[in-house]
């Protein structure tokens, strides 16, 4: 018998049984600036009613997050992940997102999974006003073992180059403004996933792999609406590296950012993970979110606005003068 491609491990059908299940879906994220359909070599989008443009990207994959996922049999919420990792980056640019492609990579393809996946990327698309105009599926038995999936995206977005935020702006007596996360989002997985190696184990009334899944919080609706009112100095996400590595990455040589850690909303499962893992407590703000998804950097003057404009937002500490640039109280 005559070697094929499907004996080598990969089929070909699998991956236009995907095609077929979320060509219809992915299509309603598109606008009249997408100017080709799944299919092509290439995705097109114009751009139009902007003075002087600047893109602003970002690509992120979901981290071993997915391995709680595949293990529990619930892909919905891997796809939102995706897409939030890269559009909450470019987020803190004040950029908008224009358009997401995707990259999925299994060892034996799942069309009922890919598809699932997919599809929480088409309502994160939605959910942001942001196009899925492509991507890829890759079959790589050898590489990948049966069951296992990889997934990563790349997001687009644009902004004015005179309302770039970058940071720069930032003043001492500026306050710091949290705005709270959904959970873990998808950092620190690799932790996660030593301390509470069974995921099926009763947590708060339910499996625990429900509440380590509740997908990565989208900002751009609040922020977005805070921008069209407020002028934004500073906008960092808490992603890997937690509060600790990211805040310091938007603050000024000479100013210093002082965290309140009493005031800040650590989710009751984090606790439980610090308690169960002898975690130091400095560890956790260096690995996790620690409950503050996003940080919001605003003239003292504008604080109860934001405050008022945004419900769940609360105020975590204020930029000083100083050498360091983050320091926890």
């Known amino acids: ?19 077929d299940k979320i060509k219809s879906a992915v299509a309603e994220t598109h606008n009249e600036n997408v100017l080709n359909n799944l299919g092509s070599f290439g995705a097109f989008y114009q751009i139009a009613g902007y003075k002087n443009p600047v893109l602003v990207s970002g690509t992120d994959g979901v981290g071993t997050k997915l391995k709680v996922a595949l293990d529990s049999k619930r892909y919905d919420s891997i796809g939102v992940d995706c897409f939030a990792m890269c559009a909450n980056d470019i987020l803190c640019h004040g950029a908008k997102p224009l358009f997401f492609l995707d990259y ?50 790349f997001c687009v977005g644009i902004v004015e180059k005179d309302q770039i935020i970058d940071g720069s702006k930032i003043k001492a007596g500026h306050k710091i403004i949290a705005l709270p996360s959904s959970g873990f989002h998808s950092n620190g997985f690799s932790l996660v996933r030593k301390i509470f190696p069974d995921f099926n184990e009763e947590f708060e009334g339910k499996p625990l792999y429900e509440t380590l899944l509740v997908p990565t919080r989208l900002y751009f609706q609040p922020v977005h609406k805070l921008l069209e009112e407020v002028k934004v100095d500073g906008i960092a996400h808490i992603t890997g590296g937690g509060i600790i590595e990211n805040i310091p990455r938007i603050i000024p040589q000479g100013l210093c950012a002082q965290i309140n850690t009493s005031a800040i909303r650590i989710p009751s499962v984090m606790l439980e993970l610090e308690k169960r893992g002898n975690i130091d407590r400095n560890e956790m703000y260096g690995t996790f979110n620690m409950g503050v998804g996003m940080v919001i950097v605003i003239d003292a003057n504008h604080a109860e606005k934001v405050l008022n404009l945004l419900d769940d937002a609360y105020e975590i500490g204020q930029i000083t003068e100083g050498e360091e640039k983050i320091v926890l109280n």
């Open 1 to 19: 018998m005559s070697n094929t491609y499907k004996s080598a491990g990969v089929d070909k059908e699998e991956g236009y049984k995907t095609v």
């Open 104 to 153: 999925l990579a299994c060892g034996k393809l799942d069309s009922e999974i890919a598809a699932e996946i997919v599809m929480g990327m088409v309502k994160a698309c939605k959910d942001n006003e942001c196009a899925l105009i492509g991507g890829e599926t890759a079959e790589m038995p050898g590489m990948y073992k049966p069951g296992d999936y990889d997934v990563a995206g």
